[in-house]
């Protein structure tokens, strides 16, 4: 089955600058990467997601990269704030009933 | 509010005692779905349903039992509750079956078994 490793565990930037996280999958057949935001004691939600017909997608502050190639997705957040200290969470899927989540990310953003 | 409401919260209990906690959609939904957010591992799916009547095994289901005899309801059974299926659980709902649907989650039970 598929198998989605997440890097790194834990990261922290200063206000303003950008974070990176990465994700490789194993599951050639994937074609759907979502990627998910949990704030302390929340729920996650969605953030942002790409298709595999799709090499890069963009919202805001927020861009997701997808080389189906190498089997790795990546998300970038540029400009940070202190709002974007949360888990994320990267997953990849051929169907629901397939999704399998990476480990998470802890983002700490400071002020 | 289109919403996934989850009860209770929190639940503190006992090996053995059996439990439910309750998951509910108010979006019409056909897909739900149940899993558990442990430290290190992720997300991982228990129990997933495509529709009324329909249900599966995900990639961690023993210990569990679901039903799905309404559409908006997907309950999460533990028979026989045991110090390993202490965790925080989240039931997820989808508008349909295709890959690309996102999935809308609720706010989670933490469950503690002593």
């Known amino acids: 089955g598929e198998n989605v490793e997440q890097h790194p565990s834990t990261l922290s930037v200063q206000e303003g600058d950008s974070a990176v996280i990465k994700c490789t999958y194993s599951?050639?057949?994937?074609?759907?990467f979502p990627w998910y935001k949990q704030e302390l004691g929340k729920r996650p939600q969605l953030i942002i997601d790409?298709?595999?017909?799709?090499g890069e997608k963009k919202d805001q502050r927020i861009a997701v990269t997808l080389n189906k190639t190498a089997k790795h997705f990546s998300l970038h957040i540029t400009e940070t704030q202190p709002e974007d200290s949360a888990v994320y969470f990267c997953?990849?899927?051929?169907?629901?009933?397939?999704?399998?989540f990476g480990a998470g990310t802890r983002l700490t953003v400071k002020p | 509010e289109a919403q996934v409401t989850q009860n209770p919260r929190y639940l503190i209990t006992v090996t053995g005692k059996k439990l439910t906690v309750t998951c509910s959609q108010n979006m019409n939904h056909e897909y739900m779905s149940w899993y558990r957010q442990d430290p290190g591992l992720g997300l991982r799916q228990i129990y997933y349903?495509?529709?009324?009547?329909?249900?599966d095994k995900g990639d961690v289901p023993e210990g569990y039992k679901v039903s799905r005899k309404e559409k908006r309801n997907f309950p999460l059974i533990l028979e026989s509750p045991s110090p390993n299926q202490t965790s925080l659980y989240f039931c997820a709902s989808s508008p349909g079956t295709g890959l690309y649907s996102p999935l809308h989650f609720g706010n989670g039970t933490r469950l503690t078994v002593t």
């Open positions: 349903s495509m529709n009324v009547e329909v249900t």
């Open positions: 997953a990849a899927s051929k169907g629901h009933n397939d999704m399998r």
């Open positions: 790409i298709r595999s017909n799709v």
């Open positions: 599951d050639s057949a994937s074609n759907y």
